[in-house]
């Protein structure tokens, strides 16, 4: 910064210089055009997946309109296969493979199932939770929603010499096993960290269509929907909760300012709410609807402190950081009844 | 529409084409390429390109009314309005929250607590480079540095999507000429193009999202659980990252410019060589530097009011440049303290007796633009202070892997190794056939991609100012 004269800094004339290969505009439509066609006989299929990935709306609609011929271009040569062989070790992904939702097998019970003890909250029947169970490490996990609180709650755990491993898949939903499956995400994550504990806040892109149990696919929402989305969570739910010392942390989705986003939610909450009951001895369920929308009345802010503060960010889904403050307080109060921990450090 | 994405990869060479087959006419083209640009733009959300048309139309009329107008007060003016009303608008978006919230934090701290109107206001991207492209349109205006341009001229200018979410900051002076005629279709920079898309691609995706999501965000998320020398490696890693992050965007929206048969000014120069602060800001974001140079630090009179007003005028306008980068008091006293420093600086020159070895003066100021970044870096100042604490406890280093520590000393070494080498490679790579080049850009794009997790590539960081 400051000299105080007006020399030419920008450089404006820098490509002006003798060795700076000049060419006709078309060389440069040419090239760009080789490039794309070298990426779509190599990674055409991307195309299409990036259009499954986008909202609904035109600009999805052009994308996925190119990206039939570009899938039907990469799968027609072996190209596409060679790229991903020698760019395999590239991959910043954890790997994946065990777990899928569409190897589970979801059993058609003709018998009455049996009431188990696992199924009840020692909470929920008047007994006195231990909250002596040791926690080493906690897992935070979910969609988008899951941060900020993910690191909130690890700055609060991490001084009590708890490690908090934040993984947030941004993006994904359980309803969208194209873009990831959750059933293998959560086999990979018991495989890699062995978490005591796991949080999990996911809901922000649910919704999508889903493979049904005796094939097709189900759309949002209703009873089908929702029983193939409870046998997701109730897989993911079953991962994460190895041996009876095991606890999980799910918190529900508070309304959001969009109509049709809050259907959505409503469903998910139930469907967790249906998938948790065989284990309720171990699942914990958060109740973010009455802290952030209490009645299901969407509000950008609240009184924390005496202060009205803002909650939500400015797309009417996510929490803000303080909003984020208030839904670990509500995790780490649960969390104190089962573990060896103190809610209220900051 | 973010640049490394499938989106703006079918968006990008359809564009290109039609806009050099209707470049020699130029009516049509300038209203292709505005529509091009406001698709590109409205991508991310549609209703902020009323915003973008807003202020075109705002600040057109305010050029043309400058144009007119016989006396200088009056232009003077007119200037006033017009600015007034673009950083009200930027105000309106960008630091509404923030003084609703600290003023009401004073309020309650004197006994006069009552409710404001808090509003969480979606904050559009980009919207800090074009209002500070606007301004400068109606400055240069009123300084005789540009002419008054069309209405469809100043949307172009205002809206072409290479540097429209992200900068460089284009002046209007710079710009508009470019329009004035076709561009000529014979003399493109194609090498130089495409080696700076490929640059910046490697930059952004290969290694400033890599060091972000292996060793500084977790880092800075919670500063708490981590040992003196990951933090150290986290404090360069981030000045590592932010610069691959954002002159990584610059590359490619330079090369994306070139290959339309447009130029934009340099907006990085080896900022991490620098040997003092004032170098630094003349070598990082050089293009915000010119601004607020030209737009705010010379006319409150520079350095030509004596030694006292210089200062404050340093002060001045580094904090105010803080707070460009963001609404929060993070950002603000980190431009305070560049402020500072650059004072310090001033006041120092030829005080000291012999100047230090170059080596010792960048050591000094290579890790105190660290330490400043750092503030910048946090959430918040209890994160900071955190942060700084957690500094002196020692433990283990747990983050060392041999790719992130590698991709930081690249990263830092590259800036420090002699020019010429380097320079001699770039315009040998630059004089390649395009078609070697496109391959190379392919290449790039499938290696880089390769890295990319499953939720995508994170937005550029300097989306959010």
Partial sequence: MPPSTHADDSEMSRFDRPEVRKLSAWWAVAAISITAALLVVFSGGSVKKQAEELRPGIGRDIIAAVGEPTKWIADATPLARVQADITDGLSSE????????????????????????????????????????????????????????????????????????????LGSAISDDEFLDWGQVSSAQVRDEDPDAVVMLIGAGEGLPMEAPGGGEVECCNPEYAAVYANRVRQIMQTYLGDPDKRLYWLSVPRSRNDRQWEISQLVNESVRVAAVPWLSQIRLIDLVSIFTPGGVYRDSMEIDGRDTIVRDSDGLHLTEAGAELAADAVLERMAQDFAIDAESE | MLFPTVEFAVFFPIVLFISWALMSRQALWKVFIIAASYVFYGAADPKFCFLLAGITIGNQIAAQAIARAEDAKRRQWIVRVAVTLDLLTLGLFKYYGFFTEEVGNVLDSIGLGMPLPLLEVAL????????????????????????????????????????????????????????????????????AGISLIALGLIKKVAIADSLARELVDPVFAVP?????????????????????????YTDIAIGLALLMGFVFPQNFNNPLRSQSFREFWRRWHMTLSRFVRDYIYIPLGGSRRGTVRNYFNLLFTMTLMGLWHGAAWTTTLWGTYNGVMMSIEHWSRGRLGRPFPAWVRWFVAINLITAGLVLFRSTDLSQFGVFVEQLFTGGEATLWAWPIVLAVVVVYGFQLLPHRPLQRAQVWIEQRNPVALAFGLAAVILFVGATVPSQGVPPFIYFQF
Avoid at chain 1, 95 to 121: H, K, N, Q, R, W
Avoid at chain 2, 224 to 248: H, K, M, N
Wanted: charged content about 20%.
């Fill in chain 1, 94 to 169: 954890t790997e994946l493979d065990e777990g899928a939702f569409a190897d589970a097998a979801v059993g058609s019970a003709d018998e009455i199932p049996p009431v188990t003890p696992s199924s009840f909250d020692p909470a929920a029947i008047g007994l006195n939770p231990s909250g002596d169970l040791k926690l080493d490490k906690l897992l935070v996990t979910g969609d988008s929603m899951s941060t900020p609180m993910d690191a909130v709650l690890a700055r609060r755990l991490s001084p009590q010499g708890v490690e908090v491993v934040r993984d947030p898949k």
């Fill in chain 2, 124 to 191: 559009p991207i980009g919207i800090s480079f074009y209002t500070f492209q606007a301004i400068t349109y109606v400055v240069d205006v009123k300084r005789g540095d540009a002419e008054p341009a069309s209405l469809v001229d100043a949307a172009v200018y205002l809206s072409f999507f290479p540097h429209l979410v992200a900068g460089p900051i284009v002046r209007a002076s710079e710009f508009l000429p470019q329009l004035k005629a076709p561009r000529d279709p014979n003399r493109v920079a194609v090498g």
């Fill in chain 2, 224 to 248: 708490q659980a981590y040992g003196t020398p990951d933090l150290v490696l986290a404090a360069y890693g981030w000045v590592a990252q932010v610069y691959c992050d954002f002159s990584g």
